[in-house]
């Protein structure tokens, strides 16, 4: 079970390992020096995000400041790198708002807008930030001006998950396909059980959309209700399912015991249309395409959100948080509160109704 695991996290890390050796080859030799350095502390997917932060970065220094186009990116040395400014950054962080992308794999295709909100933008400046600390420490440069600008402020949204009503809706529509367009209830009578199973699996498990997507037919196991399933940093858990779950499974494996899966892909639990294990991206659209019907009003429903949905289920339970960040994996609890941030408010209010002042007819007759 492990090992069969382990073979297709290695090759997920192996992939992301030559994507960043591949733009790694377009930026300055210091971002390979600075990326080599965080590899026995970050996860490939981790350094995979920094390469593409810092590819943006030095792609809007080339393009759009005199200095900087000057050399090819590759060619900028740490002396060059050493002559950002404040100005620099400031013009970057208004770029990040809104700027365009040509698809490099096809140069007639039309560019791209991408736009950036304050979370994306302060992301982006944090890895230019770790970048040039990297710099500093190791005396490349002489200054890290990156340190002078302030990063963007977050602003608290509420949580965003699911009602009881609309879990509801989103299972059966899973199940019956109703409410679909006609195109929609093709592809959905044939990956039904499939798409119930796995919706009933994030809502039963709080599990991760990398962690489904890696489980593997031997990771399940029915006997006991629970699925071994890989965590961020490679850590390996056992999470256990309630019956509803079991039986959402069950029928899928007995439809997936007839797929023959194309060759590489055989061991993986879901499967894509192709018969191929099935990728985070194509979870994500799925996700997408039944919160559309199950929860109109509420368009940013992903597999997160599902996750989400179920802390606050556990701890609406429960009430224990300890409890709530174990099963999700969180290794502090100050992450799993944002879960639940918005029953604080009411536990709060529950306990104004508990204590009384002299005055209060509560407080008279003693029931305090």
């Known amino acids: 079970m492990a090992n069969v695991n382990s073979r297709y996290r290695e090759e997920m890390d192996a992939k992301r390992i030559m994507q960043i050796r591949e733009i790694s080859r377009e930026l300055p ?5 600075f990326l080599r350095s965080i590899a026995v502390t970050t996860s490939t997917l981790t350094r995979l995000a920094y390469a593409i932060d810092l590819k943006t970065f030095f792609q809007f220094l080339h393009q759009e400041r005199v200095f900087f186009a000057q050399k090819d990116i590759p060619l900028l040395n740490d002396s060059d790198l050493g002559s950002l400014t404040i100005s620099d950054l400031t013009a970057y962080t208004e770029y990040l708002t809104y700027y365009l992308k040509y698809e490099e794999d096809d140069p007639s295709a039309a560019e791209r807008v991408l736009v950036n909100h304050d979370l994306a933008i302060k992301r982006k ?9 990297f710099l500093f420490k ?30 509801m809706k989103m299972l059966s529509t ?3 396909g109703a409410e679909m367009s006609k195109g929609q209830q093709r592809f959905q009578k044939i990956t039904a059980r499939r798409d119930f199973a796995m919706l009933s699996l994030f809502l039963g498990t709080g599990i991760r959309v990398s962690e489904c997507v890696g489980i593997n037919l031997d990771d399940v196991d029915m006997e006991n209700n629970a699925v071994l399933v890989t965590r961020k940093g490679g850590n390996q858990v056992v999470l256990y399912f309630p019956p509803e779950v079991a039986d959402a499974l069950a029928e899928y494996l007995e439809e997936r015991k007839q797929i023959e899966a194309l060759p590489g892909h055989e061991e993986a639990l ?11 991206r194509a979870v994500q659209m799925l996700v997408k395409k039944y919160a559309a019907i199950a929860a109109p009003l509420k368009p940013r429903i992903s597999p997160h959100k599902l996750r989400s949905t179920y802390a606050t289920n556990l701890y609406h339970e ?3 948080i300890y409890l709530v960040a174990d099963v999700l994996g ?10 639940y941030a918005d029953m604080t408010d009411a536990r709060r209010r529950m306990a104004a109704e508990h204590v009384h002042l002299p005055g209060d007819p509560e407080f008279q007759t003693g029931k305090t």
Request: net charge positive.
């Open 29 to 33: 030799q210091s971002c390979g020096d």
């Open 318 to 320: 429960t009430g224990d």
């Open 270 to 280: 879901f499967l894509s249309l192709q018969r191929k294990r099935i990728t985070q």
């Open 330 to 339: 969180h290794t502090s609890v100050d992450t799993t509160r944002k879960h």
């Open 125 to 133: 400046l944090c890895s230019v930030r770790s970048f040039y600390d």
């Open 138 to 167: 190791n005396q490349r440069i002489g200054s890290n001006v990156t340190e002078l600008v302030a990063l963007p402020k977050i602003h608290e949204k509420p949580i965003l998950r699911l009602s009881k009503a609309e879990m």
């Open 174 to 176: 899973a199940q019956d």
